[in-house]
């Protein structure tokens, strides 16, 4: 089981920015970020390894990077909007299936929240 804790939520303006980290206690293969507001689905926003995937409704706006060295996936949120306020969790997954399916995904951090005002 992989320990993952993240970081970087708060509260901005409509227009602002945020960074997102999830720091892994050891080594995965695929990490993923979700978020999920009051009322709503969990939805998949970005996943990488190696290669960066991106839903459709932030990829011009979100970028996922991540440090090798540190085990940390960043999630670089700008021109926020309100409706990209919710909880931010990062989660890993072993090979196989698509980036965005979440039952795909074993091991959840506990979540940041993220609040955008307008």
């Known amino acids: 089981q992989v320990q993952l804790v993240e970081s970087g939520g708060g509260s901005v303006q409509a227009g602002g920015s945020l960074r997102l980290s999830c720091a892994a206690s050891k080594p995965i293969y695929f990490m993923g970020w979700f978020r999920q507001a009051p009322g709503k689905e969990r939805e998949a926003v970005a996943g990488m390894r190696g290669s960066t995937y991106c839903a459709d409704s932030v990829k011009v706006r979100f970028t996922i990077s991540q440090d090798n060295a540190k085990r940390t996936v960043y999630l670089q949120m700008n021109s926020l909007e309100p409706e990209d306020a919710a909880t931010y969790y990062c989660?890993?997954?072993?090979?196989?299936?698509?980036?965005?399916?979440?039952?795909?995904?074993?091991?959840w951090g506990q979540g940041t929240q993220v609040t955008v005002s307008s």
């Open positions: 989660a890993t997954k072993p090979y196989g299936g698509w980036w965005n399916e979440v039952r795909r995904y074993n091991d």
